[in-house]
């Protein structure tokens, strides 16, 4: 027995070995002979593999809406949404939180990202970091507030670092979710919302990287827009809280302004300077025909709402109102609201708050 076998012997008889029995970590048929196929072959197996993911995101939206709920509801009361996640997961929570403030104008602290390791596993991998339960328990004991709602990533759904974050956050009063890939998780009856995503065996087994990583960057894809929605951060199905930090977005800003409101471009540049740059003020000037200082009261009255749902079970679908291309005088009626919707618009019209 040489020295090196001698050490490895030695090494793994003081390191942990756990063998998981996820689906993540079972073999996919369709792949066995991948190394024999060839490139053109490998690539129609994944993409075929890949197929799978949004049908199984759609097999759990109920879920992913009572979590949409929760968040909301959170953030509405000054509370936080956390993420706590390790390796490919994890990342993609950093990832997640770190286009919402850019995006939807978000405040910095509404999504805070934690990942296994620290910042250097954003680049790296940090050995055995996913596997301390202990490390985890104590950030979520050290961030994590009563009120505040806390998502755990991991797509085995046993993670040691994400379990122990979130049953400290239970301890401490805070709603708990946890996203994997193994429907069958144990830990599924340990949390508020349990969103199993059935993806199956990965076409390199146990490469989570692929499908489970797909999957969850979809859910969170569809989580943090629909609660940015809820908050008032989109009208109709345009962005009207983003913040421009390049020339691109600048622009774009301008072509939000002419989508929704009909106005020339000139028109919308003048609004919007006006505005200071916030992009929703200038909307609701616009569409109201209201003086900026109206419109940015009469979103402070609307908790930021520009419209609102028609009714508690439907949202409102039709489209927003498109005015005619010309500004009209200040105070002058732009749009009449209309039934059945509530308007930061019908605010500035009536002068309600």
């Known amino acids: 027995m040489t020295a090196g076998r001698v050490e490895r012997d030695e090494l793994s008889a003081v390191r942990p070995v756990v063998r998981v029995g996820a689906p993540t970590e079972r073999r996919n048929p369709h792949s066995v002979d991948l190394d024999l196929m060839s490139t053109r072959d ?141 429907p069958e998780a144990e830990a599924a009856s340990s949390v508020d919302v349990f969103i199993g995503v059935d993806t199956g065996p990965e076409v390199v087994t146990g490469s989570t990287r692929m499908k489970a990583g797909t999957a969850q960057k979809l859910v969170l894809n569809t989580f943090s827009t629909a609660v940015m929605v809820r908050l008032g951060r989109v009208y109709s199905n345009l962005m009207i809280d983003m913040v421009a930090t390049n020339a691109k977005l600048r622009g774009r800003m301008i072509s939000i302004l002419m989508e929704a409101t009909g106005c020339a471009e000139e028109v919308c540049r003048r609004a919007l300077h006006e505005a200071d740059g916030d992009l929703k003020t200038a909307l609701v000037s616009l569409v109201s025909g209201a003086e900026v200082s109206a419109a940015r009261a009469a979103l402070a009255r609307s908790a930021d709402q520009v419209r609102r749902r028609a009714g508690p079970a439907r949202l409102l679908t039709r489209p927003a109102p498109r005015p005619r291309p010309t500004r009209p005088a200040p105070g002058a009626t732009r749009v009449t609201p209309r039934s059945g919707t509530s308007f930061a618009l019908r605010i500035v019209h009536r002068g309600v708050g």
């Open 42 to 182: 490998v690539l129609t197996v994944i993409n075929d593999a890949d197929r799978r993911v949004p049908a199984a995101v759609a097999a759990v939206l109920d879920k992913i809406a009572e979590t949409v709920d929760l968040a909301v509801a959170a953030l509405r009361g000054g509370h936080r949404v956390h993420y706590f996640g390790a390796g490919t997961s994890g990342r993609l929570g950093v990832l997640d939180a770190a286009e919402l403030a850019p995006t939807f104008n978000s405040p910095q602290h509404w999504f805070c990202s934690h990942l296994a390791g620290g910042p250097d596993a954003m680049w790296r991998a940090v050995e055995d970091a996913e596997d301390d339960d202990r490390a985890g328990a104590a950030e979520a004991a050290e961030c994590v507030r009563p009120g505040d709602l806390v998502v755990g990533l991991a797509a085995s759904g046993r993670t040691p670092y994400v379990l122990g974050a979130l049953a400290a956050s239970r301890a401490q009063g805070a709603g708990t979710v946890l996203l994997c890939a193994n």
